[in-house]
């Protein structure tokens, strides 16, 4: 698919955290993992709570979910 610009929603057990805008891949998952770790240290979380977060990704100005990227990955 690649690079496209992105809005993300950073969600932590259902509550929105923070908005993103970035050029990103949506389908490369290493890609994405950066992006959740990288918000959640700039909220103040450690790496070892990812699992508790969540990625809403959407296509910049589309209001629909493209997809919600999770990890259990540490």
């Known amino acids: 698919m690649g690079r496209k610009n992105l ?10 955290l923070m908005n993103l ?6 389908d490369d998952a290493d890609e994405l993992r950066t992006l ?19 990625l809403q990704i959407r296509y910049a100005g589309d209001r629909s979910v493209l997809k919600t990227f999770v990890t259990a990955v540490r």
């Open 21 to 26: 805008v970035v050029e990103a891949d949506p």
């Open 7 to 16: 809005e993300l929603t950073v969600v932590r057990r259902g509550d929105k």
């Open 36 to 54: 959740l770790l990288d918000a959640i240290r700039r909220d103040g979380w450690s790496d070892d709570r990812i699992n508790e977060f969540e």
